[in-house]
């Protein structure tokens, strides 16, 4: 078939290539020349496994082109995927500029049938603005071309992107138009061969269900870090707690693990938007606002658990920070807690030396002007005179340390540890002092 990919960012860049992975002809059409720049050359512009030999792949069969030519981009493809950013407005809503704008584009330069969908998460009754935007410049081209619009929502994790392109657990297609249901049944059936797992459903429940599933595993998160403030000051373990819960099959093992609080481009802005979607249509929820207010409070954590051990003015004091994305296998540092940590550790008077394993270009650009803050190449570099070591990201790297090294390289052995990696029974026996998220009946704080 021959593709359209509108947005060449983490989920276009992902869509595009899996899409051409199956023999599709793939055009990726970004706004952002440096972005295509960056493809042509035989590079990418994100960090995720696996992704690079998957283009580079592609390219070389000529099935993946990468281009900021919009006519001819648009004339490329049957099927157009919008997948464009959808960034929160200043009220929390979605702003819809880009895919408004990508739409347009579409209408501008149709000349023939084309199934626009979108890809990216957008509220619901975006596709009838998709739709209204297209026909508005057919009419101002005056002519009468055909189109259906289809929702067709995303539900990769970064860090395992092609994975859960290339073996999704559902595709979820919204759409009235039987002839671009078709379409989109033949260009998903090499994906969901085993089984079927495509949901057809009206376009209004498939925008929804991205907001749904994102806002629902947003919401088991900030449960379980809310519990853990409380197992702390309790003396319980949330560790021990999470287990004795998830094996309950009601509830499951999955997302159920306490933190330094979630972040990334998806959850704190689809949480703000549906509270918004909800708002607009004079529904006041009450789940979703609390869970987006215990994710706020929960990123300060670290920091309180600090100040509570060095003091509220940390001038003088130095501390490794391991791990800076929001999340681990991505170089995603966009709501990341990282940055309010490291923020607040500087706006303290502390000296930091941050490390992550790919996420310190991002990071230095995106932290750049943070008094105090350094960067080294390594994770021991990071230790260096410290006072404690804080991790924040999970990284595999971090989960089996030295901790002999640990404790003769900090000025006393002591971890913070954001992502509960550590036992807290060894850090004991190690001689480390340990503060995990609601570990404290393990001794920690
Ligand atoms: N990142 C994820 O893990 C993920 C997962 C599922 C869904 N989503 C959703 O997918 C959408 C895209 O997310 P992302 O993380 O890939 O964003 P991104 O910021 O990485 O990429 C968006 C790209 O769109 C380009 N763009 C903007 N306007 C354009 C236009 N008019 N024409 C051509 N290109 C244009 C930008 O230059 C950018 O490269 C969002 O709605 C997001 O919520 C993201």
Same mark, same amino acid.
């Given at each position: 078939?021959?593709?359209?990919?509108?947005?060449?960012?983490?989920?276009?860049?992902?869509?595009?290539?899996?899409?051409?992975?199956?023999?599709?002809?793939?055009?990726?059409?970004?706004?952002?020349?440096?972005?295509?720049?960056? =493809?042509?050359?035989?590079?990418?512009?994100?960090?995720?496994?696996?992704?690079?030999? #998957?283009?580079?792949?592609?390219?070389?069969?000529?099935? =993946?082109?990468?281009?900021? @030519?919009?006519?001819?981009?648009?004339?490329?493809?049957?099927?157009?995927?919008?997948?464009?950013?959808? $960034?929160?407005?200043?009220?929390?809503?979605?702003?819809? %500029?880009?895919?408004?704008?990508?739409?347009?584009?579409?209408?501008?330069?149709?000349?023939?049938?084309?199934?626009?969908?979108?890809?990216?998460?957008?509220?619901?009754?975006?596709?009838?603005?998709?739709?209204?935007?297209?026909?508005?410049?057919?009419?101002?081209?005056?002519?009468?071309?055909?189109?259906?619009?289809?929702?067709?929502?995303?539900?990769?994790?970064?860090?395992?992107?092609?994975?859960?392109?290339?073996?999704?657990? !559902?595709?979820?297609?919204?759409?009235?138009?039987?002839?671009?249901? =078709?379409?989109?049944?033949?260009?998903?059936? $090499?994906?969901? %061969?085993?089984?079927?797992? =495509?949901?057809?459903?009206?376009?209004?429940?498939?925008?929804?269900?991205?907001?749904?599933?994102?806002? #629902?595993?947003?919401?088991?998160?900030?449960? #379980?870090?809310?519990?853990?403030?409380?197992?702390?000051?309790?003396?319980?373990?949330?560790?021990?707690? !999470?287990?004795?819960?998830?094996?309950?099959?009601?509830?499951?093992?999955?997302?159920?693990?306490?933190?330094?609080?979630?972040?990334?481009?998806?959850? $704190?802005?689809?949480?703000?938007?549906?509270?918004?979607?909800?708002?607009?249509?004079?529904?006041?929820?009450?789940?979703?606002?609390?869970?987006?207010?215990?994710?706020?409070?929960?990123?300060?954590?670290?920091?309180?658990?600090?100040?509570?051990?060095?003091?509220? @003015?940390?001038?003088?004091?130095?501390?490794?920070?391991?791990?800076?994305?929001?999340?681990?296998?991505?170089?995603?540092?966009?709501?990341? $807690?990282?940055?309010?940590?490291?923020?607040?550790?500087? %706006? !303290?008077?502390?000296?930091?030396?941050?490390?992550?394993?790919?996420?310190?270009?991002?990071?230095?650009?995106?932290?750049?002007?943070?008094?105090?803050?350094?960067?080294?190449?390594?994770?021991?570099?990071?230790?260096?005179?410290?006072?404690?070591?804080?991790?924040?990201?999970?990284?595999?790297?971090?989960?089996?340390?030295?901790?002999?090294?640990?404790?003769?390289?900090?000025?006393?052995?002591?971890?913070?540890?954001?992502?509960?990696?550590?036992?807290?029974?060894?850090?004991?026996?190690?001689?480390?002092?340990?503060?995990?998220?609601?570990?404290?009946?393990?001794?920690?704080?």
């Amino acid at each position: 078939m021959k593709i359209t990919v509108i947005g060449t960012g983490y989920v276009g860049l992902v869509t595009g290539t899996c899409l051409a992975e199956m023999g599709n002809h793939v055009v990726c059409l970004d706004a952002d020349a440096a972005k295509i720049g960056v =493809l042509e050359n035989g590079g990418i512009p994100i960090h995720e496994p696996g992704l690079l030999e #998957m283009v580079s792949r592609n390219r070389s069969a000529s099935r =993946l082109q990468f281009t900021t @030519d919009v006519a001819a981009a648009v004339n490329h493809g049957t099927l157009q995927f919008i997948g464009v950013g959808t $960034p929160p407005g200043e009220d929390g809503s979605a702003d819809l %500029r880009h895919v408004i704008e990508a739409a347009r584009n579409v209408g501008r330069h149709m000349t023939d049938y084309k199934v626009v969908i979108d890809k990216s998460t957008v509220p619901v009754g975006t596709a009838d603005r998709v739709r209204q935007a297209i026909a508005e410049e057919l009419g101002r081209r005056q002519v009468g071309v055909d189109f259906a619009v289809v929702s067709n929502p995303e539900f990769l994790k970064e860090g395992a992107a092609i994975e859960d392109f290339m073996r999704p657990d !559902r595709i979820v297609i919204g759409a009235d138009d039987e002839r671009a249901v =078709l379409l989109m049944r033949a260009l998903y059936s $090499p994906f969901i %061969r085993n089984r079927d797992r =495509l949901l057809v459903m009206d376009v209004k429940s498939a925008e929804f269900t991205k907001y749904a599933a994102n806002a #629902m595993l947003a919401t088991r998160i900030s449960f #379980m870090n809310e519990l853990a403030l409380l197992a702390d000051k309790l003396g319980a373990d949330i560790e021990l707690v !999470r287990k004795g819960i998830g094996s309950d099959p009601r509830i499951g093992y999955h997302f159920l693990y306490a933190g330094a609080g979630y972040g990334g481009s998806c959850f $704190p802005k689809d949480v703000q938007a549906l509270i918004s979607t909800a708002q607009a249509a004079g529904v006041a929820l009450k789940v979703l606002p609390a869970v987006a207010a215990a994710n706020e409070r929960q990123k300060q954590v670290l920091v309180d658990k600090v100040t509570a051990r060095f003091g509220a @003015d940390l001038t003088g004091r130095r501390f490794a920070v391991w791990g800076l994305s929001f999340k681990p296998n991505t170089d995603d540092m966009r709501e990341a $807690p990282s940055r309010v940590v490291i923020a607040e550790l500087a %706006r !303290r008077g502390a000296a930091v030396q941050a490390y992550d394993p790919v996420a310190m270009p991002e990071a230095k650009r995106v932290l750049s002007g943070v008094l105090g803050l350094s960067f080294v190449d390594q994770p021991a570099e990071a230790m260096r005179d410290a006072d404690a070591l804080i991790v924040v990201t999970d990284w595999k790297e971090f989960k089996s340390p030295d901790f002999d090294f640990i404790k003769a390289t900090l000025k006393q052995p002591v971890i913070f540890d954001g992502r509960n990696l550590y036992e807290p029974s060894l850090m004991r026996a190690l001689g480390i002092e340990y503060h995990g998220i609601g570990r404290s009946s393990n001794g920690s704080g």
